[in-house]
């Protein structure tokens, strides 16, 4: 599949957040053309302050264990950066809403403790994709910096969406930070923002029948004429 095959429009409608991929690796050619194309990103003064940092294969297998092993044995998580705030009103109700179609999907019941915490732990697990990528930055820069990457990320994720590929961005990966960078061999200073799990999508996992709704423009979008 070629990125210039498909329109801007249509790989904006098919991208969302995938969670179950096939073990069909992308071929590494493409992954290059992905990265090179999503260096075109804006940047304030073209600082491009955005870092990669990707496995696959055996080494994110081993990464996979040693973050999943992390979560399941308690391990104290120490995010580089804030947390989730605790969002309130219609932010609120749409991170509710959020959480029943995917729960719905994979047959949760609220009450099922046991059931959303090996949910949880899917994320540590990558959802069994063959790659997996970081998000960096420095640790001292600002949120206006974290713009920039943020815009960096859409761009990948919507090139990824471009050529056929799922992806699933996850702050949860980012929560054991020393173990990233360790695994990576990075500096203290280099800030683990998120991780991006990629892969082709496997159709017949529950948790990607699941299917959000987005805001009206009236909602979010205050025009003055």
């Known amino acids: 599949m070629s990125a210039q095959n498909t329109p801007l429009v249509q790989a ?18 493409i992954i290059n053309e992905i990265l090179t194309l999503a260096q075109q990103s804006p940047s304030n003064c073209n600082v491009q302050p955005w870092k990669v940092l990707m496995a696959s294969g055996e080494s994110c297998n081993e990464l996979r264990n040693t ?6 044995s308690g391990t104290p998580m120490n995010p580089d950066f804030s947390a989730l705030p605790k969002f309130e009103g219609a932010m609120r109700d749409r991170q509710m809403d959020c959480a029943f179609a995917l729960y719905g999907a994979m047959g949760i019941e609220r009450s099922d403790k046991p059931g959303r915490l090996q949910a949880t732990a899917r994320n540590y697990e990558f959802f069994d994709a063959p790659h997996v990528l970081f998000i960096t930055m420095q640790r001292d820069f600002s949120p206006s910096i974290a713009v920039d990457v943020g815009m960096y990320a859409q761009t990948l994720m919507l090139l990824m969406s471009a050529y056929g590929i799922g992806s699933c961005a996850q702050a949860s990966t980012a929560y ?28 017949t996992v529950a948790a990607n029948k699941a299917s959000t709704q987005r805001a009206d423009i009236s909602e979010v979008v205050k025009i003055k004429s």
Do not use: H, M
């Open 67 to 72: 973050l999943k092993q992390a979560f399941v």
């Open 176 to 203: 054991y930070p020393d173990i990233v960078r360790d695994f990576f061999n990075e500096p203290q200073e280099s800030g683990i923002l998120f991780g991006i799990s990629f892969g082709y999508e496997d159709k």
């Open 12 to 29: 904006i409608q098919q991208r969302r957040s995938v969670r179950g991929f096939t073990q069909e690796p992308v071929p590494s050619e």
